[in-house]
T-cell receptor, first 115, second 112 residues
Framework: GAVVSQHPSRVICKSGTSVKIECRSLDFQATTMFWYRQFPKQSLMLMATSNEGSKATYEQGVEKDKFLINHASLTLSTLTVTSAHPEDSSFYIC???????????FGPGTRLLVL | GENVEQHPSTLSVQEGDSAVIKCTYS??????FPWYKQELGKGPQLIIDIRSNVGEKKDQRIAVTLNKTAKHFSLHITETQPEDSAVYFCAARETGGFKTIFGAGTRLFVKA
């Protein structure tokens, strides 16, 4: 299947700092990418839909000024957690939508720990 | 909007036995149904999918069935192995639809 990479795989930061997570589709161009958050033993919670060349669409309850999304190219979307706090600690997963069959492929996830 | 329910939430089977996970969906316009496997600490991996013009699809030990009339679909894993232990998510999406709606997940334990 198609490959989606995510970097970093894990990050520890101090409260109040910002953290950027990158999501790349390695073998296809993705006009649409998705960002999810997953709490332990729970399902995937869609945070926002990232559209290349336009503003991201955020799900209800997700603060767009807190979670900045940039989709500057057809293979790269970034999620920046601004002024991170301990409650932002979580597993963040991106997925990219393959353009022909529109199948979603997931990245390996980024584990964020805010101290 | 679409709603996907998944059962059971936890499933424990003996190695070599079969495992069945069932999902129902609410939107009759949905016509694409992927299944993902998520191992601990990793992102979900697509393992099989089915479109509404097909009633069944098989890939080695994994099969998926779809009943459009009843709006439910199932994942069947035969001859289970310990490495099948993971969380499995079903999902549903409308043709050309923007969002894929996921079930809550099934935690499968395969006991050696």
């Amino acid at each position: 299947g198609a490959v989606v990479s995510q970097h970093p795989s894990r990050v520890i930061c101090k409260s109040g700092t910002s953290v950027k997570i990158e999501c790349r589709s390695l073998d296809f161009q993705a006009t649409t990418m998705f960002w999810y958050r997953q709490f332990p033993k729970q399902s995937l919670m869609l945070m926002a839909t990232s559209n290349e060349g336009s503003k991201a669409t955020y799900e209800q309850g997700v603060e767009k000024d807190k979670f900045l999304i940039n989709h500057a190219s057809l293979t790269l979307s970034t999620l920046t957690v601004t002024s991170a706090h301990p409650e932002d600690s979580s597993f963040y997963i991106c997925s990219a939508r393959e353009p022909i069959e529109k199948t979603q492929y997931f990245g390996p996830g980024t584990r964020l720990l805010v101290l | 909007g679409e709603n996907v329910e998944q059962h059971p939430s936890t499933l424990s089977v003996q190695e070599g036995d079969s495992a069945v996970i069932k999902c129902t969906y609410s939107d009759s316009a949905s016509n694409y149904f992927p299944w993902y496997k998520q191992e601990l600490g990793k992102g979900p991996q697509l393992i099989i999918d089915i479109r509404s013009n097909v009633g069944e699809k098989k890939d080695q030990r994994i099969a998926v069935t779809l009943n459009k009339t009843a709006k439910h679909f199932s994942l069947h894993i035969t001859e289970t192995q310990p490495e099948d232990s993971a969380v499995y998510f079903c999902a549903a999406r409308e043709t050309g639809g923007f969002k894929t709606i996921f079930g809550a997940g099934t935690r499968l334990f395969v006991k050696a």
